[in-house]
Each structure stands twice: as structure tokens, then as C-alpha cells.
């Protein structure tokens, strides 16, 4: 069937939802949304929301262009004092842009994040960037879902910490990501000598098997964290293995230092 919504308005408390146009098997549908008290609407969330849209074409091939604001925005421990969304999407996929600021996530804090997606659910492209004071963060991947399987390569990584400084991805990494099980080559981050590693499987029901590596790190940059006037020099290596039942794996951490150590 097909529904007729002439200057239609839904209410629940303080929250309007405007709908003008046609839905169905085809779609030609505009709607308005203001809703200053998401907490009446659906429990656990609270905040503000507004924004507008249109929704075209069919079922099967959808269009939709829409950009939503929302302010003080909360769901059980996660918090955003703004977010804006904007999406336009086609029937051969589109564009979308998440942005956050004031994100509280379990006393996690980040001052700033935006996530652009393009492409279709086959094959996409995420660009996404992350501050706080505890560092930043910049990713890019690409890849798509084939049967509910995200598999795809994480092409950039940066990572900058204040008192480590930045951590820049070497190569490309293969990732599969999924709900049961996922897997990761060899992740590596390094800054000028020093590299960090990893890799491993993950299956919720059978097995974890996650291996790593630290090489070549300068002693001396961890003066500063140091008790009073402690002195470290030389270098560090090391590796790291977590295998077994992923509730409980076997640990096994092995630090070797090099020759010079004071």
C-alpha cells in the first residue's frame, strides 16, 4: 500500500516529527524533526535533536538526503555535548559525515571527532580523525561487508600521545571484522628506530591468539615518568603473546634488555 502524509505531525511531549509527501513501494517523503527531549521518546537516551530530510525513490533503492543536529545528546554512559550528521545517499551508494564534540564514553574523553564514509556497503572508504588531551588519532580504511563480515585494509594510522609523540602506521594491514570472529596482519607502528607490532586471530567461541612485538625503544624518553631523579639509558625489546580461551588466555611477556642498560 501506499501512505499519504498531507502536513501530517507526530507529537510525544515537546517533540514534533513533520511529515509531507508519499511512502510506500515508492518514496517522495520530506520530513522535519524537532525533538528538544529525546528522554520522553525512547528510555536511555536523552538530549536535544533537530534537523530535516527527504526520503526518494524505492524500497529497494533508496534515496536519502538528510542533515540532523543534536546537543547534550546521551545513551546510558556515552555522552556528546554536539553532534551533527549528514548523509546523502543514492542507489549506488553516497556519503555521510558523523561529527562529535564533548564525547563522554565511560570517563573516556575526546574533544573532537569526525567520520567521513564513502562509497556503498560493498565497497566503502572511512576517513576518521580523533582528539583529546590524552593525544589524537587519524585512520583511513577501505573495504566492505560481505555477509555480515567487514573485511577490508586499514591504509593509515597515526597515533600521537603527548609525552610519546607520534606513531605512524608502516605499512598496510588486512583486516577482517566480524560480530564472532576477526583477524588482523601485521600491525605495525613506528617512530624514527622504534617499532610496535601485532597480529592475531580472534573467535568468540573457539580461540584468541594475538602476538606482538616492541623493538628498539629509547629508555631515556621515560626519565620524565620516572620517581625524583632516576635515570634509565639504553634500549628495550620485547614480546608479547595472549593464546587460548578468549575469557581467559595464557599471558606471556618477555622484556629483553640491550647491552648499555643503566
Known amino acids: 500500500g501506499q501512505l499519504q502524509a498531507k502536513g501530517v505531525e507526530l507529537a510525544s511531549g515537546p517533540n514534533r516529527i513533520q511529515l509531507d509527501g508519499?511512502?510506500?513501494?515508492?518514496?517522495?517523503?520530506?520530513?522535519?524533526?524537532?525533538?528538544?527531549?529525546?528522554?520522553?521518546?525512547?528510555p536511555g537516551v536523552s538530549g536535544a535533536l533537530e534537523?530535516?530530510?527527504?526520503?526518494?525513490?524505492?524500497?529497494?533503492?533508496?534515496?536519502?538526503?538528510?542533515?540532523?543536529?543534536?546537543?547534550?545528546v546521551s545513551y546510558q554512559d556515552m555522552h556528546a555535548q554536539d553532534l551533527r550528521v549528514e548523509l546523502d545517499w543514492r542507489e549506488n551508494g553516497g556519503k555521510g559525515r558523523l561529527q562529535l564534540s564533548g564525547i563522554d564514553a565511560g570517563g573516556f574523553q575526546v574533544t573532537r571527532l569526525t567520520a567521513d564514509l564513502a562509497g556503498n556497503a560493498g565497497s566503502h572508504r572511512l576517513n576518521m580523525v580523533a582528539n583529546s588531551e590524552a593525544g589524537g588519532l587519524v585512520l583511513t580504511a577501505q573495504g566492505g561487508l560481505l555477509e555480515q563480515v567487514w573485511q577490508g585494509e586499514l591504509q593509515k594510522l597515526n597515533v600521537a600521545e603527548p609525552a610519546l609523540g607520534e606513531w605512524l602506521l608502516q605499512a598496510p594491514v588486512i583486516l577482517r571484522l566480524g560480530a564472532e570472529s576477526a583477524s588482523a596482519g601485521q600491525l605495525c607502528l613506528t617512530q624514527a628506530a622504534t617499532a610496535a607490532c601485532?597480529?592475531?586471530?580472534w573467535d568468540a567461541a573457539k580461540r584468541l591468539d594475538l602476538s606482538g612485538s616492541l623493538a628498539g625503544l629509547d629508555l631515556a624518553r621515560l626519565a620524565p615518568h620516572l620517581p625524583g631523579d632516576?635515570?634509565?639509558?639504553?634500549q628495550l625489546r620485547g614480546e608479547f603473546r595472549l593464546s587460548g580461551a578468549p575469557a581467559r588466555p595464557d599471558v606471556v611477556i618477555e622484556l629483553i634488555p640491550a647491552d648499555g642498560l643503566r
Open 198 to 201: 601485532a597480529q592475531g586471530t
Open 230 to 234: 632516576a635515570v634509565i639509558e639504553g
Open 22 to 42: 508519499m511512502a510506500g513501494e515508492h518514496f517522495d517523503l520530506a520530513f522535519d524533526i524537532k525533538a528538544p527531549e529525546l528522554a520522553s521518546l525512547y
Open 51 to 72: 534537523g530535516s530530510g527527504q526520503i526518494e525513490g524505492t524500497r529497494q533503492a533508496p534515496v536519502v538526503v538528510t542533515g540532523l543536529s543534536g546537543r547534550a
